[in-house]
């Protein structure tokens, strides 16, 4: 056998089909580990997009990252195939928080281990990374509860300034934390993490800032009930 065929055999690879069974059972497993990732990131995430239609996501994406592997693992021309594939692909959906990216790649490596018929390291690591997540909602939950998320957008920057919604949050609410901040020649746009004590506080909140601005827009957002 010279070395041009044993390069065409390599390249090749043994693109048999694999064991229908262990394909089945590694199927399942990814649908369930990633069922378990999107209840997880529903649970104890702390993004402010809404985790609930976004880990809906998470089952499909594990079990198509663990097809691909199992189709592309046992040649090489499959895999180069695969990267070429992938470069002309074009994401639209813009990632708005560092958290959803990081999820993302969980999955992934998730449909990435059971590709690779790798059950127990991706069992193991899937549970300490649980046990990882969880500790931090804990522990940062400790400094700050957040009850509500606040968005402030305003037409008229001149009549609404940063201080003075401020000082109106601080004097209603329990507590007050900037998440964004954004401000142009016309607009004015803040988003914040507040803690309250009763409804009523809310209003007061709102006629006080159509005070110093009658156009303002003011949401509010339930960061527990919705989600």
Avoid: W
Avoid at 44 to 59: E, V
Avoid at 83 to 93: E, P, T
Avoid at 100 to 126: K, N, P, R, S
Avoid at 181 to 187: A, G, I, K, R
């Amino acid at each position: 056998m010279n070395k041009l065929q044993m390069a065409q055999e390599f390249l090749a690879g043994s693109p048999g089909l694999p064991d229908i069974k262990v394909f089945g059972i590694n199927l399942v497993m990814a649908a369930f580990f990633g069922l378990i990732l999107s209840l997880l990131y529903v649970r104890f995430g702390t993004s402010l997009s809404n985790r609930r239609m976004f880990s809906k996501n998470f089952p499909v994406l594990t079990m198509t990252t663990m097809f691909i592997i199992t189709v592309v693992k046992s040649s090489l021309a499959l895999s180069l195939g695969l990267v070429g594939a992938l470069s002309i692909v074009r994401f639209r959906a813009a990632i708005k928080e560092p958290e959803e990216l990081t999820f993302l790649f969980l999955a992934v490596a998730i449909g990435l281990g059971f590709g690779a018929d790798q059950f127990l390291i991706t069992a193991i690591a899937f549970f300490i990374i649980c046990i990882v997540i969880i500790l931090r909602f804990f522990t940062s939950r400790h400094d700050f509860r957040q009850d509500m998320v606040l968005t402030v957008s305003s037409g008229n920057r001149q009549a609404l300034k940063m201080e003075a919604v401020l000082d109106i949050l601080k004097k209603h609410f329990t507590r007050c934390s900037i998440k964004r901040f954004d401000e142009t020649e016309e607009n004015f746009e803040a988003i914040f993490l507040i803690e309250f004590a009763s409804f009523a506080q809310l209003n007061t909140v709102k006629a006080e800032l159509r005070k110093i601005d009658g156009s303002v827009k003011i949401a509010f957002l339930d960061n527990r009930g919705v989600f």
